[in-house]
C-alpha cells in the first residue's frame, strides 16, 4: 500500500461514524472566511478605534464559525448535526420561496395590486381598477376596506 493509501484510510476510518461536511458547515464556512476577511480589512485601517474594534469582532466571529464548522464535521452525534442542517435548510427554502413571491409579485404588478392583511399581514391582492372593494382574508377572515 502506497503511503497516501495509507493516509486516506486512516482518515476514513477517524471519520467512520462522524458527521462530515453538510450544507450548514459549508454555509457555515463561507460566513467564516467572509467575516475574517472584512474584519481584516477594516483591522487595517489606521487610526481609527472603532474599526479596529470592529475588526477585531469579526475575526474572532470568523474563527468561531470555522471552530464550530470543525467540531460539527467530527461530531459523532449526528442526529444533532442532521437537526441542525434541516434547521438550516428549512430556513433557506423559506427565504427562497419569499424571493420567488417577490419576484411573482414584481413582475404582475401591473395587473394586481398587493397588500398585506392588516391582521395577519399574509399577502393579498386585487385586480387594478376595481375601486374601493371590502376584502375579505382568505387566511383570518378579516374584513377590511382596500382601494385597488
Ligand atoms: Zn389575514
Known amino acids: 500500500m502506497s503511503f497516501w493509501e495509507k493516509i486516506k484510510q486512516t482518515f476514513r476510518s477517524f471519520m467512520n461514524g462522524r458527521h ?10 463561507w460566513t467564516g472566511l467572509a467575516c475574517y476577511l472584512i474584519g481584516s480589512i477594516l483591522g487595517s ?4 478605534v472603532i474599526w479596529a474594534l470592529l475588526g477585531l469582532v469579526l475575526n474572532i466571529a470568523g474563527f468561531a464559525a470555522y471552530a464550530f464548522t470543525i467540531f460539527r464535521m467530527f461530531s459523532k452525534n449526528n442526529d444533532k448535526r442532521n437537526q441542525e442542517n434541516r434547521r438550516y435548510t428549512t430556513l433557506m427554502n423559506k427565504a427562497k420561496t419569499k424571493q420567488k413571491q417577490r419576484k411573482v409579485r414584481f413582475n404582475n404588478r401591473k395587473q394586481y395590486k398587493y ?19 371590502t376584502v375579505t382574508c382568505s387566511r383570518c377572515h378579516n374584513s377590511f376596506t382596500e382601494k385597488a
Do not use: E, H, N, T
Open 20 to 29: 462530515g461536511a453538510d450544507q450548514f458547515s459549508m454555509a457555515l464556512l
Open 45 to 48: 485601517i489606521q487610526g481609527s
Open 115 to 133: 397588500f398585506k392583511c392588516p391582521s395577519c399581514k399574509s399577502w393579498l391582492r386585487l385586480p387594478r381598477g376595481k375601486g374601493v372593494v
